[in-house]
Protein backbone atom coordinates (compact mmCIF):
# COMPACT_ATOMS: atom_id res chain seq x y z
CA UNK A 1 0.00 0.00 0.00
CA UNK A 2 2.84 2.68 0.77
CA UNK A 3 4.58 1.66 -2.49
CA UNK A 4 0.95 3.05 -4.41
CA UNK A 5 1.11 5.98 -2.09
CA UNK A 6 4.42 6.90 -3.21
CA UNK A 7 3.74 6.16 -6.93
CA UNK A 8 0.30 8.33 -6.79
CA UNK A 9 2.78 11.10 -4.86
CA UNK A 10 5.36 11.23 -7.43
CA UNK A 11 2.67 11.47 -10.62
CA UNK A 12 2.72 14.98 -12.08
CA UNK A 13 -0.62 15.76 -13.31
CA UNK A 14 -0.53 16.62 -17.27
CA UNK A 15 -1.06 20.77 -16.76
CA UNK A 16 2.44 20.65 -14.86
CA UNK A 17 4.23 18.96 -17.69
CA UNK A 18 7.12 21.05 -19.39
CA UNK A 19 6.52 21.62 -23.28
CA UNK A 20 9.77 19.38 -24.03
CA UNK A 21 7.99 16.37 -22.13
CA UNK A 22 4.23 17.34 -23.33
CA UNK A 23 5.62 16.76 -26.71
CA UNK A 24 7.96 13.87 -25.94
CA UNK A 25 5.09 12.40 -24.74
CA UNK A 26 2.96 13.48 -27.76
CA UNK A 27 5.17 12.15 -30.28
CA UNK A 28 5.39 8.87 -28.84
CA UNK A 29 1.91 8.01 -28.70
CA UNK A 30 1.32 9.10 -32.32
CA UNK A 31 4.64 6.52 -32.81
CA UNK A 32 2.89 4.24 -31.43
CA UNK A 33 -0.74 4.71 -32.85
CA UNK A 34 0.59 4.61 -36.61
CA UNK A 35 2.78 1.58 -36.82
CA UNK A 36 -0.21 -0.33 -36.11
CA UNK A 37 -0.53 -2.71 -38.95
CA UNK A 38 -3.35 -4.59 -40.31
CA UNK A 39 -2.66 -7.80 -39.79
CA UNK A 40 -4.33 -11.62 -40.13
CA UNK A 41 -4.45 -13.83 -37.45
CA UNK A 42 -4.46 -17.39 -38.46
CA UNK A 43 -5.55 -20.21 -36.36
CA UNK A 44 -5.05 -23.72 -36.42
CA UNK A 45 -7.68 -25.95 -34.11
CA UNK A 46 -6.48 -29.90 -34.27
CA UNK A 47 -8.83 -32.06 -31.94
CA UNK A 48 -7.21 -34.70 -29.74
CA UNK A 49 -9.67 -37.52 -30.22
CA UNK A 50 -9.33 -40.14 -32.74
CA UNK A 51 -12.57 -41.92 -33.67
CA UNK A 52 -12.58 -45.12 -32.41
CA UNK A 53 -8.90 -45.28 -31.22
CA UNK A 54 -8.22 -43.25 -28.55
CA UNK A 55 -6.54 -39.86 -28.08
CA UNK A 56 -3.38 -37.89 -29.79
CA UNK A 57 -1.15 -37.98 -26.73
CA UNK A 58 1.35 -35.15 -25.24
CA UNK A 59 4.08 -37.20 -27.17
CA UNK A 60 2.24 -37.70 -30.43
CA UNK A 61 1.81 -33.98 -30.59
CA UNK A 62 4.62 -32.96 -29.49
CA UNK A 63 6.29 -34.97 -32.34
CA UNK A 64 3.99 -33.67 -34.86
CA UNK A 65 4.47 -30.22 -33.58
CA UNK A 66 8.27 -30.76 -34.76
CA UNK A 67 8.03 -32.27 -37.81
CA UNK A 68 4.68 -30.65 -39.30
CA UNK A 69 4.94 -26.93 -37.82
CA UNK A 70 7.81 -25.68 -36.51
CA UNK A 71 10.09 -26.13 -39.80
CA UNK A 72 7.84 -23.63 -41.20
CA UNK A 73 7.20 -20.89 -38.74
CA UNK A 74 10.00 -18.61 -36.59
CA UNK A 75 7.28 -17.65 -34.54
CA UNK A 76 3.76 -18.97 -33.23
CA UNK A 77 1.60 -19.39 -29.98
CA UNK A 78 1.02 -23.06 -28.66
CA UNK A 79 -1.93 -23.23 -26.48
CA UNK A 80 -4.06 -26.15 -25.07
CA UNK A 81 -7.71 -25.57 -25.05
CA UNK A 82 -11.16 -28.12 -24.83
CA UNK A 83 -13.98 -27.22 -27.59
CA UNK A 84 -16.87 -29.26 -28.74
CA UNK A 85 -16.90 -31.94 -31.91
CA UNK A 86 -20.75 -33.62 -32.70
CA UNK A 87 -21.84 -32.34 -29.33
CA UNK A 88 -19.15 -34.27 -27.84
CA UNK A 89 -16.09 -32.56 -25.72
CA UNK A 90 -12.59 -32.63 -26.94
CA UNK A 91 -9.27 -31.65 -25.70
CA UNK A 92 -7.39 -29.11 -28.83
CA UNK A 93 -4.24 -27.95 -29.82
CA UNK A 94 -4.65 -24.46 -31.24
CA UNK A 95 -1.71 -22.79 -32.90
CA UNK A 96 -2.19 -19.54 -33.80
CA UNK A 97 0.29 -16.64 -35.14
CA UNK A 98 0.12 -13.08 -36.65
CA UNK A 99 0.83 -12.01 -40.15
CA UNK A 100 0.65 -9.20 -42.49
CA UNK A 101 -2.26 -8.63 -45.06
CA UNK A 102 0.52 -9.62 -47.58
CA UNK A 103 1.45 -12.56 -46.23
CA UNK A 104 -1.61 -14.65 -45.88
CA UNK A 105 -1.93 -16.19 -49.22
CA UNK A 106 1.06 -17.90 -48.57
CA UNK A 107 0.84 -18.91 -44.42
CA UNK A 108 -2.69 -19.71 -45.30
CA UNK A 109 -1.62 -22.54 -47.54
CA UNK A 110 1.02 -23.64 -45.20
CA UNK A 111 -1.46 -23.55 -42.59
CA UNK A 112 -4.21 -26.01 -45.05
CA UNK A 113 -1.16 -28.04 -45.58
CA UNK A 114 -0.44 -28.95 -42.06
CA UNK A 115 -4.29 -29.43 -41.28
CA UNK A 116 -4.05 -31.82 -44.25
CA UNK A 117 -1.50 -33.71 -42.55
CA UNK A 118 -3.25 -33.67 -38.69
CA UNK A 119 -6.17 -34.69 -39.80
CA UNK A 120 -4.47 -37.63 -42.05
CA UNK A 121 -2.12 -38.81 -39.59
CA UNK A 122 -4.63 -38.55 -36.86
CA UNK A 123 -7.70 -39.92 -38.93
CA UNK A 124 -9.64 -36.62 -38.12
CA UNK A 125 -13.25 -35.39 -39.72
CA UNK A 126 -11.58 -32.27 -40.02
CA UNK A 127 -9.25 -29.81 -38.65
CA UNK A 128 -10.14 -25.74 -38.16
CA UNK A 129 -8.50 -23.46 -40.11
CA UNK A 130 -9.54 -20.16 -39.31
CA UNK A 131 -8.49 -16.28 -40.25
CA UNK A 132 -9.66 -13.10 -38.37
CA UNK A 133 -8.60 -9.35 -39.21
CA UNK A 134 -6.68 -8.28 -36.21
CA UNK A 135 -4.86 -4.69 -35.49
CA UNK A 136 -1.51 -6.20 -33.77
CA UNK A 137 1.85 -4.26 -33.38
CA UNK A 138 4.94 -6.06 -32.63
CA UNK A 139 6.54 -4.05 -29.97
Known amino acids: MRRIQRLHASLVPINKLSLPML ?3 AF ?5 CTQANFMQR ?10 DNGTVTDHMMDNFIK ?7 EYGTFIDGEGL ?3 KREQTKIFYLEVEDREVEEM ?3 FNCIAA ?17 TNAIFI
Do not use: C, N
Open 23 to 25: FTL
Open 28 to 32: LLYYV
Open 42 to 51: LELTMGRDIP
Open 67 to 73: SEIMPHF
Open 85 to 87: WKG
Open 108 to 110: LLT
Open 117 to 133: AYRKQFRQDSVLVSQVQ
